[in-house]
């Protein structure tokens, strides 16, 4: 071939010779209006547009319009891959629908929940359902499965079951069985929460919720050296490491022959208002309806239609003692006094004291059995140490009941004393001096308060009253005092009523009489300048009492009935040698809570 031949042209050299020959190639500029449904080919014959819609297989199509760049093919139509078909699965070049599994995450083939139920695993609770089948629980109620109704045959505990298909609303278990009580055991006897064999409490065994053979749980109590579970498995009420004890008389309990706790019978004396059999069970020596009681009011003895040996709990606390420096403290036309300050804390625990001043009737019942003075160490406050009898005191006291009824005669005008019952067996006892208060507090089970705890409930503990009533000015319907109580125009015996007559003018806590009547002896030496002393703060304290020489003062608080309006504020403070026997002077006795 020649140097001018096609073979050695170059591409622009060919197409000047096609040009020269009327053969150019065809060109395109048509565009597709469709957009991406578009392709154009050159078949030499011009342009040919494709679209997903055309009715036609061509271009990436896998089946009619569908597939490839098209819409992913329904079921049936060709397909090349997963990807040509809408269900994600392309079989043997045909969209089919996909295989479920168990695992696969969706809700497919015959499941009634995701991937549970049908032919996968069941479903658990609060999993669609289609029925029982589907759940685990074996319950399918309203679409969802849930825990079964627990029934007695059921296999499982449930319900109020106390072991399988048993107790509870279920029939009653066999033993072995778990219970929660007898009423769960066919054998009825439940011990340790198990159902065991009945005990007959007679058959030589240990069994049922026995403690030891025949004895403890259901069975009468078990002898000492039995093994117990608590208490009441002992016929002594003493279990102490799992055995039963002997009864002591500081063990705790009422056991043995003790008519109440460590008190009675073979142990010491019950102290008044425990239980007891007959008056030997008593300090008091007094029993009365199975209860000690004081033995000044043996027979019965009535203050105001009450009990004259009532005592009220005075429930203790912490409170301001003594006259404040405020003008409240001490109101006009008031007499006040130094002993009275200053004002400081003191707190008391609990105790009882006497609803009523000591009346002549019960101070009879003292007289009548006196042989003397009490022993050493009784009459103490439990909480003060040192606050008993002291034998150096037995010279000051009278020696023989007819010493002391002697005594009691101050003078005809006043004393409320006579030698036989009269008519004023329920008027305050007067004319007695500190020793013999002491003495027949002790010898009727209780003590003489403190001069804290008598301030205490005269001004109604943190009240902090400035009388025992109230605040109210004094009237002759709140206390007796000035003379004025009969309204006559002397002044005599006939001005101090009987106990308990101004019952308006009760305490805090329904003591009565703590402002007027009679001046109250308290256990307290008297120190006039004790509150801001040895007594400026102070728990449960007293000033302890000197011993004698008889120069030693006492502590009065309350007023009498001769006396001032000043005289019933609760803070007075009044004093008198213990021997001091006035006709204006009684008391009333504290006592264990």
Known sequence: MSRGSARSRGPLGALLVALALGNAPACSTTTDPAGADAAVTDSGSGPDVLTCSDGAKNGSETAVDCGGACPKCPNGKACGGPIDCASGACNAGVCVVPTPGCSDGAKNGSETDVDCGGTCPKCANGKACGGPADCASGACSAGLCGAPAPTCSDGAKNGNETDVDCGGACPKCANGRACAGPVDCASATCAGGVCVVASTCSDGAKNGNETDVDCGGSCPSCVDGKTCAGSADCGSRICTGSLCAAPACDDGAKNGSETDVDCGGPCPACANGRMCGAPSDCQSTTCTGGACGPPSCAGGLTCQGIDCCESLVVPGGTFPMGRGAGSDACPPTTLCLSAEQPEHGVTVSSFALDTFEVTVGRFRKFVDAYAGPPAPGTGAHPLIAGTGWNALWTGSTPPTAAALRSNLKCGVTWQTWSD??????????????????????????????????????????????????????????????????????????????????????????????????????????????????????????????????LSSLHALRGGDFLGDHSYLRATIRDNAPPYGRGHARGFRCARRP
Not at 465 to 492: H, I, K, M, Q
Not at 504 to 525: F, K
Request: aromatic share 14%; net charge negative; with cysteine.
């Open 420 to 549: 036989t019952p009269g008519a004023t067996e329920a008027s305050p006892i007067n004319c007695v001096g500190w020793y013999e208060a002491f003495a027949f507090c002790a010898w009727d089970g209780g003590r003489l308060p403190t001069e804290a705890e008598w301030e205490y409930a005269s001004a109604g503990g943190d009240e902090n009253r400035l009388y025992p009533w109230g605040n109210a000015a004094p009237t002759v319907a709140l206390a007796s005092y000035e003379c004025r109580f009969s309204g006559g125009p002397s002044c005599d015996v006939a001005d101090l009523p009987l106990a308990g007559s101004t019952p308006a003018g009760n305490g805090r806590w329904g003591h009565r009489d703590l402002g007027g009547s009679l001046w109250e002896w308290v256990y307290d030496g008297f120190d006039a300048g004790w509150y801001g002393g040895g007594g400026a703060t102070c728990t449960n304290c007293t000033n302890i009492p000197s011993l004698p020489p």
